[in-house]
Each structure stands twice: as C-alpha cells, then as structure tokens.
C-alpha cells in the first residue's frame, strides 16, 4: 500500500527527473537550469547578507573586518556617527594610518602579534583619529582567521567614559583640596585660640592678689 504523501512526491521526483533528462538533451535548457540554481543561490545569499546587515548597523559597538595587508574592509554604521567619515573613507586608506602616532607602535605590535598565531586581542586601548582632527579613545578586540584570510574587530568608544572619568577625578582632586584646606584652616584657629587662653588665663588672678 502506498501512502498519500508518497504518491504526491512522486510526480515531483518524475519533474525533477524529467528536467534533468532534458536538460542532458539541450545545451540550451541546461544553461538555462544551471541560471535557474545559480540565481536562487544568490537570492539566498543576498537575503542572508541583508539580514547580517541589518545586525551590524544595529550595533552601538564598532564591528569591522580588516584584510591581513591592513585594509577595513566591512564596517558598522556606528563608525560613521562615531568618527564622521564615510565608510568608503576609512578603507580607502590603511587603517593604521588613523592611529594616533604615540600608540603606533604598540598598536602595530599587537596586529603583528595576532597575524603570527599570537591569542585574540581583548580591550586593547588607542587613540583613533576622527574627521573634525580630534582623537577618539578605542578599545579593541580582535580575532583572526585564515579562510578567509580576515581580522575581526568589536571595538568601544570609550571617549566619553575616560572623559567623565576625568571630570569626576577633577572634582573629587578638588573635594579633597578643600576638606584639607579646611582642615588646615581648623588647626591654625584651634591653635590660635589655645595660645590665648595659655596668655590671659592667668591675668584675672594676678589681678585679685595685688588688691589685696
């Protein structure tokens, strides 16, 4: 006995067969069927692509990948708010040409570190140029791979966050100034006043023994 869902597979295999056979036939129907696959193919992967899209733009983190010769080559939209460049500006150039000259040194250490087999970067801080020529603090961390041959970048901007940081530091600095200056400013009053309690304390009483 054969079940419904067989019987209806069957005449779609017997299409299928049927293509197949006439496309082994006709030069032409088997280009036209090799189209066929390789456009649903690229369908597929153009939604996939779109989709991988929509993630990284939705990122507040900086998401990239970088050639091993040094070039961007897929960036967020967080870099555009972060830095003011276009995408197409910050891979036209190497991207190490970006960094901040004091932290090119080391930066350059890290990447070659990474390219030799070296473990993946974690939060690694530099300085980043942006496009108004003011510097933006990043944390890096980077993994690479060999097939394809890729860097892969979660990067933070944490201009912001260092600069709270050093306002609250300013203002606990000067918090702290002024509890001890005040406290400087207590002393020397303590002190003045038990200098002239020592100096009057004992005038009253020589006072009294001369009257009588």
């Not at 280009?31 to 929509?54: G, P």
Request: aromatic share 8%; with cysteine.
């Amino acid at each position: 006995m054969v079940s419904a869902g067989c019987s209806e597979a069957t005449p779609a295999r017997d299409r299928a067969n049927g293509d197949r056979a006439a496309a082994a036939r006709d030069p032409e129907a088997s280009r036209t069927l090799m189209s066929a696959v390789m456009l649903s193919a690229a369908l597929d992967h153009a939604s996939t692509t779109a989709s991988e899209d929509r993630l990284w733009d939705m990122s507040l983190d900086l998401l990239a990948t970088a050639s091993h010769d040094g070039y961007l080559t897929r960036l967020s939209a967080s870099w555009e708010h972060a830095l003011g460049y276009s995408r197409a500006e910050l891979m036209s150039p190497p991207y190490l040409e970006f960094v901040y000259p004091e932290d090119l040194e080391q930066t350059i250490a890290r990447a070659n570190a990474l390219l030799n087999g070296g473990p993946p970067t974690v939060n690694y801080e530099n300085r980043f140029r942006a496009k108004d020529g003011s510097y933006r603090w990043f944390a890096w961390s980077a993994l690479t791979s060999s097939d394809p041959p890729l860097i892969y970048f979660v990067i933070r901007d944490l201009t912001e966050a260092r600069s709270s940081a050093r306002e609250l530091h300013a203002t606990l600095e000067l918090l702290y100034q002024g509890f001890e200056n005040a406290a400087v400013g207590m002393s020397l009053t303590l002190k003045i006043d038990i200098e002239f309690v020592r100096n009057h304390i004992g005038q009253p009483a020589r006072h009294v023994a001369f009257a009588r």
